[in-house]
């Protein structure tokens, strides 16, 4: 049987190994799907999600010029959903508030955005220098 990749096929899992496990596939042929390959969730142990004699449906990914033919679970299932969350702050690092609140969009010059960015760019540059002159060693010699 000739193999193309993209193709979906049914398989049986005949090997857990560490680092994947291996399917027949019809024909007798034989193919790896990683453990990369095997969830949308993260493998430690490829024995939680398959066991051996399973049937499996596996999408074939690449096959190589030896013959060997890299599988795929993962790609089959749906994309995992998630969540929106707000974007990180970092950790010691204060929010310096603007000088001045901006106007609105459409009656702001570029120099006046500029003067704005300037302004919160040098407060902000002051309070991170203050703040690494205490974690370089600050002390003076005697």
Same mark, same amino acid.
């Given at each position: 049987?000739?193999?193309?990749?993209?193709?979906?096929?049914?398989?049986?899992?005949?090997?857990?190994?560490?680092?994947?496990?291996?399917?027949?596939?019809?024909?007798?042929?034989?193919?790896?799907?990683?453990?990369?390959?095997?969830?949308?969730?993260?493998?430690? #142990? *490829?024995?939680?999600?398959?066991?051996?004699? $399973?049937?499996?449906? !596996?999408?074939?990914?690449?096959? =190589?010029?030896?013959?060997?033919?890299?599988?795929?679970?993962?790609?089959?299932?749906?994309?995992?959903?998630?969540?929106?969350?707000?974007?990180?702050?970092?950790?010691?690092?204060?929010?310096?508030?603007?000088?001045?609140?901006?106007?609105?969009?459409? #009656? *702001?010059?570029?120099?006046?955005?500029?003067? $704005?960015?300037?302004? !919160?760019?040098?407060?902000?540059? =002051?309070?991170?220098?203050?703040?690494?002159?205490?974690?370089?060693?600050?002390?003076?010699?005697?």
């Amino acid at each position: 049987m000739e193999w193309e990749t993209g193709a979906v096929v049914t398989g049986r899992v005949s090997g857990i190994t560490k680092f994947g496990a291996f399917v027949a596939l019809p024909g007798g042929k034989s193919g790896l799907v990683h453990i990369s390959e095997v969830s949308n969730s993260f493998v430690s #142990d *490829v024995h939680d999600f398959l066991t051996e004699g $399973q049937e499996v449906q !596996v999408k074939i990914l690449a096959i =190589s010029p030896e013959g060997k033919i890299n599988l795929s679970i993962k790609q089959l299932q749906d994309a995992p959903v998630r969540s929106v969350t707000a974007p990180r702050t970092p950790r010691n690092v204060s929010a310096v508030p603007a000088s001045a609140p901006l106007p609105p969009l459409g #009656d *702001v010059s570029f120099e006046d955005k500029l003067k $704005q960015f300037m302004s !919160v760019s040098d407060s902000k540059q =002051s309070e991170f220098n203050r703040h690494m002159a205490g974690k370089r060693g600050g002390r003076r010699r005697k």
